[in-house]
């Protein structure tokens, strides 16, 4: 009887000990959403400021008066359109000594001839030295100099009095206008105001940066659509026509230009507008959220819940970010189970509840 009282009191011990042994834990609860099969394209859009094809200021290239200007500002003008005429009274007479000079000059060549042709004859019937003759020979050539410093000179004065008649460069739209009749004009581009501004509007481009992860899909003739807020429903449509071939350091984009026809006039320069791009998925990639993806020195990594609630960590590789959700090219097939906002928690084998959100509708 004595050893029965040890035993009951072992077992006491042991119902005891069982009752404070905590249940296993319950497996971590993870929100979880499916990869998606991308649409046959995605739109990435882009801020940008439309502007002319070409605009140029027009300044004088001569002094003088203005004598009559012809375009007002909305005037379209074409090419060569008489812009301002100018008065040049001193070009004028410059021109006019010019023309002198060589005359003088050409006189003085012809005498420096006649001299050469007459000390010729004196040498062959040896008459006076041959040495005379070379003396006779320099000065012809320098007379002849002369005549052609003389005729560059007056045609260096005929251009300036060219330039009294200002003409369009090319045929555009007059965008400002700073000349009135009689004014004094100074030529030249420095300290001087502009005559005029001639911006082309029949063809626009438009400067956009595209983000370094769209990179690749931005190549000369790839359609545009431009958005402008000032014309709702509407849809204008252009192409890309250049890159920069370099990515700007600073922002991490690729300089792109996109040419837009604009034969009607509709569009202005300095509008404000979005222009989108329709690019292509790859042929294997699927789309997750981008809150699904964990970076570290490894590079991108996604959890995912196979069918039997375990997890596993997948190493993928990201292309585009579109806002919401990042391009998986490899490493994911569609419709696998990813983890909204992963843990450190979650490791490889991980036994997850799991807990789907209904689809949308």
Request: proline share 7%; glycine share 6%; charged share 20%.
């Amino acid at each position: 009887m004595k050893l029965l009282y040890p035993t009951l009191a072992l077992l006491a011990l042991s119902s005891t000990a069982l009752a404070q042994t905590p249940p296993p834990a319950a497996p971590q609860m993870v929100v979880v959403m499916r990869a998606l099969a991308p649409p046959p394209a995605a739109e990435l859009v882009l801020p940008g400021t439309i502007e002319a094809w070409q605009e140029t200021p027009i300044y004088a290239r001569t002094d003088g008066y203005v004598r009559r200007w012809y375009a007002e500002i909305g005037d379209r003008v074409k090419a060569g359109a008489l812009l301002v005429e100018l008065d040049t009274p001193e070009v004028d007479q410059a021109l006019l000594a010019a023309r002198a000079a060589l005359a003088q000059a050409q006189a003085n060549l012809e005498l420096a001839r006649l001299n050469f042709e007459r000390w010729q004859t004196l040498v062959a019937r040896k008459m006076v030295p041959k040495s005379e003759l070379d003396e006779r020979a320099a000065s012809f050539k320098a007379r002849g100099a002369d005549v052609a410093a003389a005729h560059a000179n007056q045609q260096r004065y005929e251009e300036l009095a060219g330039f009294k008649r200002v003409t369009a460069p090319f045929a555009g739209t007059v965008v400002l206008r700073q000349v009135e009749n009689g004014a004094l004009i100074d030529s030249g581009s420095h300290d001087t105001h502009e005559m005029y501004r001639l911006a082309e509007t029949t063809r626009l481009r438009i400067r956009v940066g595209v983000p370094q992860t769209n990179l690749r899909a931005i190549v000369p003739g790839l359609a545009a659509e431009v958005r402008v807020a000032e014309f709702p429903g509407q849809r204008f449509h252009g192409q890309v026509v250049r890159t920069a071939g370099a990515i700007e350091p600073a922002s991490r984009t690729l300089l792109t230009e996109i040419e837009l026809p604009n034969a009607d006039n509709t569009l202005l320069p300095g509008l404000y507008a979005q222009v989108a791009f329709h690019l292509s998925f790859a042929g294997s990639a699927v789309l997750v959220p981008t809150n699904t993806v964990r970076f570290d020195s490894q590079g991108a990594h996604l959890a995912t819940v196979d069918d039997s609630g375990a997890i596993r960590l997948r190493p993928v590789t990201i292309g585009r970010n579109l806002g919401t959700q990042f391009e998986v090219v490899e490493g994911l097939a569609a419709n696998t189970r990813v983890v909204l906002n992963p843990t450190d928690l979650l490791r490889e084998g991980v036994q997850v509840e799991v807990r789907e959100p209904p689809p949308v509708k």
